[in-house]
């Protein structure tokens, strides 16, 4: 019998490629938003690829956790790569905008997502500690 929340290595790797995939379609987004002069932000493209994106970030981050509380997680994919992405992509946007005087203004989706990646690694984090201090 199938279960209803069945978790194969299958879907742990397409909601990876998935979220990857977002990852580089947001930051293409970004990045074409801030040397076309905010021309996506008004709109409205960069609040729908945010929000796909940090669904499947949170989709995968759950799915991640949920099979590594039921013993099934065994492969390493540090979320600090996105962290350190994101935070290249910011502050390359925000040097940039400061030497090429641009007149750029970062649009909230972007600073948000930033925060909401940071949440969700610290929550992961959190529980990849108390799923280590459960075991021992």
């Not at 299958?10 to 074409?32: G, P, Q």
């Not at 493209?45 to 995968?60: E, K, R």
């Not at 994101?86 to 400061?98: A, E, F, K, Y």
Request: proline residues 2%; charged residues 15%; hydrophobic residues 50%.
């Amino acid at each position: 019998m199938l279960h209803r929340f069945q978790i194969t290595s299958y879907s742990i790797s397409f909601w990876r490629r998935l979220t990857n995939f977002w990852t580089a379609v947001f930051f293409a987004v970004i990045i074409y938003d801030f040397l076309s002069h905010n021309s996506l932000h008004h709109n409205g493209v960069i609040l729908g690829v945010a929000a796909i994106y940090a669904a499947s970030l949170a989709i995968y981050s759950a799915e991640k956790e949920f099979k590594r509380w039921k013993n099934k997680h065994n492969v390493m994919h540090p979320g600090e790569i996105y962290i350190i992405l994101w935070t290249l992509l910011v502050v390359g946007l925000i040097v940039c905008d400061l030497v090429f005087h641009m007149d750029y203004h970062m649009p909230p989706e972007v600073s948000s997502s930033f925060i909401v990646v940071l949440g969700i690694l610290a929550i992961t984090k959190e529980s990849k500690h108390l799923y280590k201090r459960k075991k021992k």
